[in-house]
């Protein structure tokens, strides 16, 4: 026996190791068939979830609101046989309290969003649609009804809309009916009174065109949440020296020959944008948070969550 070792279960590990070696298989090619961001944002929802307590989920409402298309993931019994007999469609009936629990989610598409300050980081388009999507899968998780603002779609619920969700956030840039559009200004649109829109962008425009689609989805009872994403440098302005600055949309162009003597005059410009940001948004009944793209998105999630699940107080007359 010198040398040897007795493995009387080996027979019976075997049959069992190819069973997992077949689900490894499966699961690896489940996993590839997931879009990284997907992937990514799943991720990062599951780390937060850990740590809150979920929305109320959707419940039924009496009031007929509108019919739409049936989607994988409604349930059956929210299905119109009536409706649905008229054509060769099946149709959701859909309430009032149902569509006012909706939420709504955009993020800037726009070509400053591109932008970077160094390899390093992500960019703000990236880590927006990140947000984005691991914010719609906390509300999925909850029952929430989630669409793109813009997209032209109805919202949905369940793990379905996800992809619906990145599909829409993945379409062309030539495509002027995607839910960005290029645009830098968030659009304004018919959304259900009293649902919830989330804006994700870096919002360097004019404060008064953002008050103004602010204030225009407030009047309709609508409440919202804006979170600027920025690159660090775009609030610190560390660079130094001689200095070419490019506009990312058509802004022209500055040169100074040294940058870093405008740093300041620069820093207190961009911390009164962000007061002026944070004002409005208090004015209308909305939250403002900032998230830079060098820290970890959990904590941005989560804070974005939180707001979302307090209790809101009455607005602004």
């Known amino acids: 026996m010198n040398g040897l ?5 080996r027979g019976r590990a075997r049959p069992e190791r190819a069973a997992q070696a077949a689900t490894l298989v499966r699961a690896e090619t489940l996993a590839a068939i997931l879009p990284p961001l997907l992937v990514a944002a799943e991720r990062v929802a599951a780390t937060v979830s850990q740590g809150v307590h979920g929305r109320r989920q959707v419940g039924q409402g009496e009031t007929f609101w509108q019919f739409r298309r049936y989607e994988p993931g409604d349930p059956t019994q929210a299905i119109d046989w009536r409706q649905s007999a008229k054509s060769q469609r099946i ?3 859909q309430t009032e309290w149902e569509a006012a629990q909706s939420v709504w989610l955009w993020r800037d598409g726009s070509a400053s969003m591109d932008w970077r300050s160094r390899d390093g980081f992500e960019r703000k388009r990236d880590r927006a649609e990140l947000l984005l999507l691991a914010l719609a899968a ?6 929430e009804h989630l669409a793109l603002l813009g997209a032209g779609g109805a919202p949905g619920s369940g793990r379905a809309v996800l992809r619906r969700l990145y ?8 495509d002027r009916s995607r839910a960005d559009a290029g645009a830098s200004a968030p659009p304004v649109k018919a959304v259900p009174r009293f649902a919830r829109v989330v804006l994700f962008a870096d919002f360097l425009l004019p404060l008064d ?12 009872g609508v409440r919202g949440h804006l979170l600027q994403i920025l690159d660090p440098a775009e609030e610190t302005l560390p660079f130094s020296g001689r200095i070419r600055f490019e506009g990312c949309e058509n802004e022209g162009e500055a040169l100074f020959g040294r940058a870093e003597s405008v740093r300041e005059a620069y820093r207190a410009a961009i911390a009164g944008h962000r007061r002026g940001l944070a004002a409005l948004a208090a004015d ?3 939250t403002f948070a ?3 793209t060098d820290q970890p998105p959990e904590p941005a999630l989560l804070g974005l969550f939180t707001a979302m699940s307090a209790t809101p107080r009455a607005l602004q007359p």
């Open 290 to 292: 900032v998230h830079h």
């Open 91 to 93: 149709f959701i009936r």
């Open 284 to 286: 209308y009944g909305w």
């Open 138 to 143: 906390l509300l999925a998780r909850g029952g």
């Open 5 to 9: 070792r007795a493995e009387p279960n």
């Open 167 to 174: 599909a829409g956030l993945a379409e062309k840039p030539h």
């Open 209 to 220: 065109e953002i008050a103004a689609v602010v204030g225009a989805y407030a009047r309709r």
